[in-house]
Nanobody
């Protein structure tokens, strides 16, 4: 089991940027596909982005494509989510997730979740 801890959340203005980080411990991150989900108040958890074990493949939801970038540094056991051109509807708790492969992760089949970090975007 891998333990995940997110950081980097906070308050940003619409059009601004934030960078989230997810540090893993317990197992080597390089064996896991990694991703980010978010949950807005009163809504279900939704997929945001995923990255393959090597980092060669990335996947995004249509709502963030072109604005968010997921990346990973396996040497540092860390995954990142660079969020640009933020919108107020992006206000949510953002969760880091690990899975055996990107397809499963995109489908919500997740082996490990982080505790979440709050992102608030003001208009």
């Amino acid at each position: 089991q891998v333990q995940l801890v997110e950081s980097g959340g906070g308050l940003a203005q619409a059009g601004g940027s934030l960078r989230l980080a997810c540090a893993a411990s317990g197992r080597t991150l390089s064996s896991k596909a990694m991703g980010w989900f978010r949950q807005a108040p009163g809504k279900g958890r939704e997929f945001v982005a995923a990255i393959s074990q090597s980092g060669s493949s990335t996947y995004y939801s249509d709502s963030v494509k072109g604005r968010f970038t997921i990346s990973r540094d396996n040497a540092k056991n860390t995954v990142y989510l660079q969020m640009n051109s933020l919108k107020p509807e992006g206000t949510a708790v953002y969760y880091c997730a690990a899975s055996t492969d990107s397809y499963r992760l995109h489908s919500g089949v997740v082996g490990s979740w982080g505790q979440g970090t709050q992102v608030t975007v003001s208009s």
